[in-house]
Protein backbone atom coordinates (compact mmCIF):
# COMPACT_ATOMS: atom_id res chain seq x y z
CA UNK A 1 0.00 0.00 0.00
CA UNK A 2 0.90 3.29 -0.52
CA UNK A 3 0.08 6.13 1.92
CA UNK A 4 -0.55 9.33 0.06
CA UNK A 5 -1.62 12.40 2.58
CA UNK A 6 -3.29 15.83 1.67
CA UNK A 7 -0.47 18.46 3.11
CA UNK A 8 -1.92 19.32 6.96
CA UNK A 9 -1.82 15.39 7.36
CA UNK A 10 1.76 14.74 6.63
CA UNK A 11 2.34 15.02 10.72
CA UNK A 12 -0.38 11.92 11.29
CA UNK A 13 1.11 10.18 8.06
CA UNK A 14 4.40 10.58 9.59
CA UNK A 15 3.35 8.11 12.36
CA UNK A 16 0.56 6.26 10.33
CA UNK A 17 3.11 4.82 7.74
CA UNK A 18 5.47 3.15 10.12
CA UNK A 19 2.38 1.94 11.79
CA UNK A 20 1.24 0.13 8.86
CA UNK A 21 4.52 -0.43 7.34
CA UNK A 22 3.33 1.44 4.16
CA UNK A 23 5.49 3.51 1.76
CA UNK A 24 4.96 7.21 2.29
CA UNK A 25 4.52 9.64 -0.56
CA UNK A 26 3.98 13.49 -1.49
CA UNK A 27 0.78 14.88 -2.83
CA UNK A 28 0.91 18.54 -4.27
CA UNK A 29 -1.98 20.72 -4.68
CA UNK A 30 -1.62 23.72 -6.19
CA UNK A 31 -4.38 26.46 -5.85
CA UNK A 32 -5.03 28.58 -8.58
CA UNK A 33 -5.38 32.08 -8.09
CA UNK A 34 -9.34 31.53 -9.54
CA UNK A 35 -9.83 29.37 -6.38
CA UNK A 36 -9.20 26.19 -8.81
CA UNK A 37 -7.17 23.09 -7.84
CA UNK A 38 -4.51 20.99 -9.54
CA UNK A 39 -3.68 17.86 -7.51
CA UNK A 40 -0.28 16.05 -8.48
CA UNK A 41 -0.03 12.57 -7.40
CA UNK A 42 3.30 10.38 -6.88
CA UNK A 43 4.34 8.67 -10.04
CA UNK A 44 4.46 4.77 -10.20
CA UNK A 45 1.03 3.90 -8.38
CA UNK A 46 0.36 1.35 -11.24
CA UNK A 47 -0.96 -2.07 -9.32
CA UNK A 48 -0.86 -0.38 -6.00
CA UNK A 49 -3.14 -0.03 -2.93
CA UNK A 50 -3.64 3.67 -2.67
CA UNK A 51 -4.47 5.22 0.34
CA UNK A 52 -5.19 8.51 0.56
CA UNK A 53 -5.25 10.34 4.25
CA UNK A 54 -7.78 13.76 4.29
CA UNK A 55 -9.89 14.84 7.44
CA UNK A 56 -13.10 16.20 6.35
CA UNK A 57 -13.35 19.40 8.88
CA UNK A 58 -14.39 21.51 5.87
CA UNK A 59 -15.53 18.91 3.65
CA UNK A 60 -16.84 21.90 1.40
CA UNK A 61 -13.32 22.54 0.64
CA UNK A 62 -11.83 19.11 0.12
CA UNK A 63 -14.65 17.19 -1.77
CA UNK A 64 -13.84 18.00 -5.41
CA UNK A 65 -9.87 18.06 -4.83
CA UNK A 66 -10.60 14.33 -3.08
CA UNK A 67 -12.59 13.30 -6.41
CA UNK A 68 -10.14 14.59 -8.06
CA UNK A 69 -6.62 12.59 -6.22
CA UNK A 70 -9.04 9.17 -6.46
CA UNK A 71 -9.60 9.85 -10.39
CA UNK A 72 -6.17 10.48 -11.17
CA UNK A 73 -4.84 7.67 -9.00
CA UNK A 74 -6.88 4.83 -11.10
CA UNK A 75 -5.81 6.67 -14.16
CA UNK A 76 -2.16 5.88 -12.89
CA UNK A 77 -3.07 2.20 -12.67
CA UNK A 78 -3.80 2.36 -8.92
CA UNK A 79 -5.36 -1.43 -8.22
CA UNK A 80 -8.03 0.12 -5.23
CA UNK A 81 -8.06 4.05 -3.83
CA UNK A 82 -9.25 4.02 -0.13
CA UNK A 83 -10.02 7.04 2.15
CA UNK A 84 -8.89 7.30 5.76
CA UNK A 85 -11.22 10.32 6.99
CA UNK A 86 -10.26 10.71 10.59
CA UNK A 87 -13.07 12.88 10.56
CA UNK A 88 -15.91 12.56 8.49
CA UNK A 89 -18.18 15.35 8.05
CA UNK A 90 -21.86 15.76 6.43
CA UNK A 91 -22.93 12.47 8.98
CA UNK A 92 -25.12 14.49 11.68
CA UNK A 93 -27.79 15.91 8.71
CA UNK A 94 -29.48 12.11 8.30
CA UNK A 95 -33.34 13.33 7.94
CA UNK A 96 -35.39 16.12 6.73
CA UNK A 97 -36.24 18.36 9.57
CA UNK A 98 -38.26 21.01 7.25
CA UNK A 99 -39.50 20.39 3.82
CA UNK A 100 -37.23 20.82 1.15
CA UNK A 101 -33.86 20.40 3.04
CA UNK A 102 -31.15 18.37 1.52
CA UNK A 103 -30.80 14.79 3.86
CA UNK A 104 -26.97 15.35 3.45
CA UNK A 105 -25.64 12.56 5.18
CA UNK A 106 -26.68 9.51 2.97
CA UNK A 107 -25.39 12.17 -0.54
CA UNK A 108 -22.45 12.83 0.86
CA UNK A 109 -21.93 9.00 1.70
CA UNK A 110 -22.80 8.37 -2.26
CA UNK A 111 -20.32 11.16 -3.75
CA UNK A 112 -17.43 9.21 -1.72
CA UNK A 113 -18.36 5.84 -2.82
CA UNK A 114 -18.45 6.78 -6.42
CA UNK A 115 -14.50 7.83 -5.49
CA UNK A 116 -12.98 5.14 -3.17
CA UNK A 117 -13.23 1.43 -2.59
CA UNK A 118 -13.12 1.25 0.95
CA UNK A 119 -13.11 4.03 4.17
CA UNK A 120 -12.01 3.90 8.28
CA UNK A 121 -12.99 6.95 10.22
CA UNK A 122 -12.60 7.47 13.97
CA UNK A 123 -16.33 7.60 15.79
CA UNK A 124 -18.10 9.60 12.88
CA UNK A 125 -21.29 11.41 14.37
CA UNK A 126 -24.14 9.63 13.71
CA UNK A 127 -27.67 10.14 14.93
CA UNK A 128 -29.99 7.95 13.47
CA UNK A 129 -27.35 6.20 11.52
CA UNK A 130 -26.56 2.91 13.03
CA UNK A 131 -23.41 2.12 11.09
CA UNK A 132 -21.76 3.65 8.02
CA UNK A 133 -22.23 0.74 5.83
CA UNK A 134 -25.91 1.79 6.15
CA UNK A 135 -25.02 4.74 4.21
CA UNK A 136 -21.95 4.29 2.29
CA UNK A 137 -21.74 2.39 -0.79
CA UNK A 138 -18.64 1.04 -0.02
CA UNK A 139 -16.74 -1.13 3.38
CA UNK A 140 -17.08 1.39 5.98
CA UNK A 141 -15.90 0.85 9.50
CA UNK A 142 -15.33 3.37 12.37
CA UNK A 143 -12.73 2.87 14.28
CA UNK A 144 -13.44 3.44 18.01
CA UNK A 145 -11.31 5.96 20.16
CA UNK A 146 -12.58 5.09 23.77
CA UNK A 147 -9.59 2.88 24.76
CA UNK A 148 -7.42 5.62 23.41
CA UNK A 149 -8.97 8.83 25.62
CA UNK A 150 -9.37 5.85 28.88
CA UNK A 151 -6.03 5.16 29.11
CA UNK A 152 -5.12 9.29 28.56
CA UNK A 153 -7.55 9.56 31.54
CA UNK A 154 -5.70 6.39 33.53
CA UNK A 155 -2.38 7.84 33.25
CA UNK A 156 -3.52 11.78 33.21
CA UNK A 157 -6.36 12.25 36.08
CA UNK A 158 -6.88 9.48 38.72
CA UNK A 159 -9.64 11.08 40.30
CA UNK A 160 -11.77 11.70 37.01
CA UNK A 161 -15.84 12.24 37.28
CA UNK A 162 -16.83 11.06 33.63
CA UNK A 163 -19.50 13.92 32.32
CA UNK A 164 -21.47 13.22 29.13
CA UNK A 165 -22.78 15.77 27.34
CA UNK A 166 -25.86 14.25 26.46
CA UNK A 167 -28.57 11.18 26.76
CA UNK A 168 -26.83 10.21 23.25
CA UNK A 169 -23.67 9.98 24.13
CA UNK A 170 -24.32 7.83 27.34
CA UNK A 171 -23.51 4.57 26.10
CA UNK A 172 -19.76 5.85 24.58
CA UNK A 173 -19.42 7.53 27.77
CA UNK A 174 -20.22 4.90 29.84
CA UNK A 175 -17.86 2.22 27.31
CA UNK A 176 -14.67 5.19 28.08
CA UNK A 177 -15.75 5.19 32.36
CA UNK A 178 -16.22 1.68 32.66
CA UNK A 179 -12.50 1.41 30.97
CA UNK A 180 -10.72 3.93 32.84
CA UNK A 181 -12.93 2.49 36.24
CA UNK A 182 -14.15 5.59 36.75
CA UNK A 183 -17.88 6.88 37.64
CA UNK A 184 -19.72 9.14 35.19
CA UNK A 185 -22.87 10.87 35.09
CA UNK A 186 -24.78 12.22 31.75
CA UNK A 187 -26.04 16.02 31.27
CA UNK A 188 -29.01 16.77 30.32
CA UNK A 189 -28.69 19.32 27.32
CA UNK A 190 -31.30 21.53 24.94
CA UNK A 191 -30.59 23.17 22.10
CA UNK A 192 -32.58 26.19 20.75
CA UNK A 193 -30.09 27.00 17.94
CA UNK A 194 -26.52 26.34 16.64
CA UNK A 195 -25.24 28.39 19.03
CA UNK A 196 -27.47 28.37 22.17
CA UNK A 197 -27.37 25.53 24.15
CA UNK A 198 -28.89 25.20 27.78
CA UNK A 199 -27.32 22.08 30.04
CA UNK A 200 -28.41 21.25 33.34
CA UNK A 201 -26.30 19.37 35.74
CA UNK A 202 -26.96 16.73 38.44
CA UNK A 203 -26.55 17.53 42.64
CA UNK A 204 -23.61 14.92 43.01
CA UNK A 205 -21.19 14.97 45.49
CA UNK A 206 -18.64 12.93 42.98
CA UNK A 207 -18.51 15.87 40.66
CA UNK A 208 -16.80 18.07 43.76
CA UNK A 209 -15.16 15.22 44.80
CA UNK A 210 -12.95 14.43 42.15
CA UNK A 211 -11.89 16.32 38.89
CA UNK A 212 -14.50 16.64 36.03
CA UNK A 213 -13.69 15.64 32.79
CA UNK A 214 -16.72 16.89 30.10
CA UNK A 215 -16.34 13.86 27.38
CA UNK A 216 -17.68 15.14 23.79
CA UNK A 217 -17.23 13.45 20.63
CA UNK A 218 -16.67 16.87 18.62
CA UNK A 219 -16.58 20.81 20.00
CA UNK A 220 -17.50 22.97 17.31
CA UNK A 221 -19.47 25.99 18.07
CA UNK A 222 -17.99 25.26 22.07
CA UNK A 223 -21.03 26.35 23.19
CA UNK A 224 -22.08 22.77 25.24
CA UNK A 225 -18.31 22.92 26.76
CA UNK A 226 -19.23 26.63 27.64
CA UNK A 227 -22.59 26.03 29.22
CA UNK A 228 -21.64 22.97 31.32
CA UNK A 229 -18.12 24.68 32.46
CA UNK A 230 -20.46 27.64 33.61
CA UNK A 231 -22.91 25.47 35.13
CA UNK A 232 -20.34 23.35 36.92
CA UNK A 233 -18.04 26.30 38.45
CA UNK A 234 -21.21 27.74 39.60
CA UNK A 235 -22.08 24.65 41.65
CA UNK A 236 -18.48 24.62 42.95
CA UNK A 237 -16.59 22.48 41.15
CA UNK A 238 -12.97 22.10 40.40
CA UNK A 239 -11.58 23.66 36.85
CA UNK A 240 -13.10 20.54 34.55
CA UNK A 241 -10.73 19.16 32.17
CA UNK A 242 -12.36 18.91 28.71
CA UNK A 243 -11.77 16.34 26.43
CA UNK A 244 -13.13 16.14 22.95
CA UNK A 245 -12.10 13.45 19.60
CA UNK A 246 -12.59 15.74 16.85
CA UNK A 247 -11.32 19.46 17.60
CA UNK A 248 -13.33 21.19 15.21
CA UNK A 249 -13.54 24.87 16.78
CA UNK A 250 -15.33 26.87 14.63
CA UNK A 251 -13.89 30.41 14.86
CA UNK A 252 -13.26 31.73 18.58
CA UNK A 253 -14.54 28.30 20.30
CA UNK A 254 -11.22 27.33 21.49
CA UNK A 255 -10.71 30.25 23.29
CA UNK A 256 -13.99 30.78 24.36
CA UNK A 257 -14.11 27.46 26.67
CA UNK A 258 -10.67 28.19 28.40
CA UNK A 259 -12.31 31.83 29.20
CA UNK A 260 -15.35 29.65 30.66
CA UNK A 261 -12.72 28.15 32.98
CA UNK A 262 -11.89 24.85 31.78
CA UNK A 263 -8.22 23.60 32.84
CA UNK A 264 -6.85 21.69 30.27
CA UNK A 265 -8.74 21.14 26.50
CA UNK A 266 -7.51 17.97 25.04
CA UNK A 267 -7.96 15.98 21.51
CA UNK A 268 -6.61 13.43 19.38
CA UNK A 269 -5.14 14.30 16.46
CA UNK A 270 -7.75 13.45 14.22
CA UNK A 271 -7.74 17.32 12.85
CA UNK A 272 -4.41 19.13 13.49
CA UNK A 273 -4.90 21.45 16.58
CA UNK A 274 -2.57 22.95 19.22
CA UNK A 275 -5.27 21.02 21.64
CA UNK A 276 -4.14 17.04 20.20
CA UNK A 277 -2.10 15.36 22.96
CA UNK A 278 -4.09 12.29 21.63
CA UNK A 279 -2.29 10.47 18.50
CA UNK A 280 -4.40 7.86 16.44
CA UNK A 281 -2.33 6.42 14.45
CA UNK A 282 -2.34 3.15 15.92
CA UNK A 283 -5.94 2.94 16.42
CA UNK A 284 -5.87 3.89 12.05
CA UNK A 285 -3.33 1.28 11.23
CA UNK A 286 -5.29 -1.64 13.30
CA UNK A 287 -8.69 -0.75 11.86
CA UNK A 288 -7.11 -0.55 7.88
CA UNK A 289 -5.79 -3.50 8.37
CA UNK A 290 -8.49 -5.24 9.36
CA UNK A 291 -10.82 -3.72 6.42
CA UNK A 292 -7.92 -4.27 3.48
CA UNK A 293 -7.22 -7.53 5.28
CA UNK A 294 -10.37 -8.72 6.30
CA UNK A 295 -12.91 -7.77 3.47
CA UNK A 296 -13.04 -9.13 -0.12
CA UNK A 297 -12.36 -6.24 -1.91
CA UNK A 298 -11.75 -6.64 -5.48
CA UNK A 299 -9.55 -4.69 -7.55
CA UNK A 300 -12.52 -2.05 -9.67
CA UNK A 301 -12.47 -0.99 -13.01
CA UNK A 302 -14.54 2.42 -12.39
CA UNK A 303 -14.44 4.89 -15.68
CA UNK A 304 -12.31 7.39 -15.59
CA UNK A 305 -11.63 10.27 -17.80
CA UNK A 306 -8.79 10.52 -20.46
CA UNK A 307 -6.05 13.31 -19.58
CA UNK A 308 -5.00 15.22 -22.87
CA UNK A 309 -3.06 18.46 -21.51
CA UNK A 310 -0.11 17.45 -19.39
CA UNK A 311 -0.52 20.90 -17.01
CA UNK A 312 -3.63 19.47 -15.97
CA UNK A 313 -5.12 23.15 -17.65
CA UNK A 314 -6.40 25.17 -20.09
CA UNK A 315 -5.77 29.01 -20.53
Known amino acids: MILVPFPEMKPLAETLAPAMGVDLRPLDWHHFPDGESL ?26 PLRFAAATAREMGARRVGLIAPYLGYMRQDRRFKVGQAVSAPIFAQFLGESFDWLVSIDPHLHRIAQLDDVFPIPAIRAVSAPLLAAWIVENIPDAVLLGPDSES ?7 ADLAGRPYEVLRKIRTGDRQVEVSVPDN ?28 VSAGTRAPVCLVIHAVFAGSAHDDILAAGAARIVTTDTIPHRSNFIGVSSLLAETILKITKGVDLPATGRSTLSTRDSTGRNG
Open 205 to 232: ALLRAGTPVILDDIASSGRTLVRTIERL
Open 39 to 64: MTLPADLDGADVALLATLRDPDRLAL
Open 170 to 176: QQWVAEV
